[in-house]
DNA sequence: CGAAATTTTGAAATTGATCAACGCCGGTGG
DNA sequence: CCACCGGCGTTGATCAATTTCAAAATTTCG
C-alpha cells in the first residue's frame, strides 16, 4: 500500500483543455488532434512523477494507458532470483502499457529515470472511444501491432553478440532520441540509464557493457562523454549489427 | 510470385454455415459463438495448408488473421546471416498474425510443421466489425494483449540456462497441448519440431538441445520415444526453471 | 533397401559472466 | 574546505556455459 499511496500523491497536471497545447508529442498522439488541437480524450489527465518514482508496478490494477511526455521510463520485471530484468526504455510519445489492456493487471513494473510527464488515458474510456471512432481504432490496433513488433526486435536483438547487441542499442536510442546532431558531426545522444541498466536490458553483465563501449570508443567509432555518447560513425555501428559474429570492432572499423 | 501462386492453390474448405460445426477451437475462437453454433464472422473460410507449405510469407500484404484449427504451425524470421530465428510454435486455437494488424505487411514467415486448417478472418471485416460487438473488441484487444505477454515470456526466457529453457518448453508445450494424460501417469506430448527448431526457437544449438534432453532423460524426469516426450516428473521440472543457474538435474530431480 | 536427414556423442574453442580491485565523481558532514 | 563515503565505471584475471567442429548412430522416406 506504501507504494499506491505514493502514486496517488503525484501531482497532478490541470485537466483542463490547455494542456495539450504545449505537448511535444501531441502530434503523434495516441488520442489523435481534434480541430481545436486537443486530443481526442475527454477525461485524460496528466501526471509528473519524479526520478526513481514508479508510474505503476507489477499486480496494481488497470486503470490507464499513459502516455509519455517528457522525461524517460524504463518498464521491468524482477526474476524469482531477484534480479531484474528491463523490457523496455520508453522516450516522449512512447505509449506504455498496451500489454496491459484487458489483462486486469499490470504484469511489469514502470519507474522513471528521470523527472517524467505522462498523460493518464482511462482504459475504460478508450476501449469505448473506439466503438465510435474507427481513426481511434486503428491507431489503438497499430499501436499495439508496433509494440508486438518492438518486443520482436529485442528477440532477435538477444540473438547477437555482445558487441552487436550494443551497437544496435546506440542507434536506436539515437534514432529515438530524434537525431540531435552535434556540433562536430555525428549525433550525440543522452543516456538517462546506467551502465548496468543497459545491461539489465541488453541481457549483458555491466563489465561487458562498460569493456566494449570502451573498445568502440578506442576503434573510433563512438566518444564517450559520461552518460553522453557521440556517435563518430554510425555507419560502421551498422555494419557491426548486420555482420557476421566473426567479424568485429577491428575488422568493421573503415 | 511463385509462393503467392502456392499459396492460391491451396485448398479452400467449403465456407459454409457447418464449417464450425466441426471445429474443435470454436468454443474459444476469436469470432466467438453465435447462437446458431456458428462463429460470429459471416465472410471467414477455411484452408489447408501441407506439411513445409507456408502460410504467408514475410513482406506480403496481409489480408487475413489465421485461425488455427488443426495441426502445428511455426512462424520465423531469416536474418541477414541467413539462420532463421523461430517465433512462436501455434496450436489448434491459436491466433496468428495479430502483429501485422494495421502494418500493411507480414514482418515474418508462418509455415506447416504438418498438415494444417486455418481459418480465415478477412482483416478488413474483423476491424470493422469491432466497431459493432464490444464484446469482439475485448476479445481482440486481449488476443493482442496475450501475444504481447508472450512476447515478454520469450524474453524472460531467454535468460534461463539450457536446462531452464528447456524444461520451459517442454511444460509450455504439455500445457497448449491440452495436457493429454498418459496411460502410465504423467504427460504426453507429441513434439511436431525437430531438434534444430527447438534450437531456433530457444536460442540454443541443436547439439545442446539434443544432451540436455538426454541429460534430463537420464535423470528419470522424462522419457523420449521418437518425437513423443513424456514428462514423468513435472514438477521437478518446475523446480528446474524456478530453481538458481547454480542448481541444475543433480539437485533438483528428487 | 538405400540415401538423406536427423540425432547423438565427444572434444576443443569461445564468449561473456564472475570475482576482485581500483579510480572517479558527487554528496555529506565535520 | 576537506576528508570520507557510497555508487558507478573501468580494467584485469579466471571460470563456466554453450557453441563449434567432427564423426558415428539412428531414423525417415522415396
Redesign the interface.
Known amino acids: 500500500m506504501t507504494f499506491t499511496a505514493a502514486i496517488e500523491s503525484a501531482a497532478v497536471i490541470d485537466a483542463a483543455a490547455g494542456r495539450c497545447a504545449g505537448c511535444s508529442t501531441r502530434e503523434s498522439c495516441l488520442g489523435g488532434l481534434k480541430a481545436a488541437g486537443v486530443c481526442g480524450f475527454s477525461d485524460s489527465s496528466g501526471r509528473s512523477v519524479e526520478r526513481g518514482q514508479h508510474l505503476f508496478r507489477a499486480g496494481e490494477a488497470i486503470h490507464c494507458v499513459f502516455v509519455l511526455r517528457s522525461g524517460a521510463i524504463k518498464t521491468y520485471?524482477t526474476?524469482?532470483?531477484g534480479d531484474e530484468?528491463i523490457?523496455g526504455f520508453y522516450s516522449p510519445g512512447d505509449v506504455i502499457g498496451?500489454?496491459?489492456?484487458?489483462?486486469g493487471k499490470h504484469?511489469?513494473n514502470a519507474v522513471a529515470l528521470v523527472p517524467a510527464e505522462v498523460c493518464r488515458i482511462p482504459l475504460e474510456s478508450l476501449?469505448?472511444s473506439?466503438?465510435?471512432s474507427?481513426d481511434l481504432?486503428?491507431r489503438?490496433?497499430?499501436g499495439?501491432?508496433?509494440?508486438?513488433?518492438r518486443?520482436?526486435g529485442?528477440?532477435?536483438m538477444?540473438?547477437l553478440t555482445a558487441e552487436q547487441r550494443i551497437a544496435l542499442f546506440l542507434l536506436n536510442q539515437a534514432r529515438r532520441q530524434g537525431r540531435t546532431e552535434g556540433s562536430a558531426g555525428g549525433y550525440v545522444l543522452q543516456l538517462a540509464m546506467t551502465r548496468g541498466e543497459i545491461g539489465r536490458f541488453l541481457?549483458l553483465a555491466t563489465e561487458t557493457v562498460s569493456r566494449t563501449l570502451t573498445r568502440l570508443k578506442e576503434a573510433g567509432l563512438i566518444q564517450i562523454d559520461r552518460s553522453g555518447i557521440r556517435l563518430l560513425n554510425p555507419t560502421a555501428l551498422h555494419r557491426i549489427v548486420?555482420s557476421?559474429?566473426v567479424n568485429s570492432v577491428e575488422r568493421i572499423a573503415a
Open positions: 520485471v526474476a524469482a532470483s530484468q523490457l498496451y500489454d496491459s489492456i484487458s489483462a504484469s511489469r476501449v469505448q473506439c466503438a465510435q474507427a481504432l486503428n489503438l490496433l497499430a499495439m501491432g508496433q509494440e508486438i513488433q518486443l520482436q529485442m528477440l532477435k538477444e540473438r541481457d548486420q557476421q559474429p
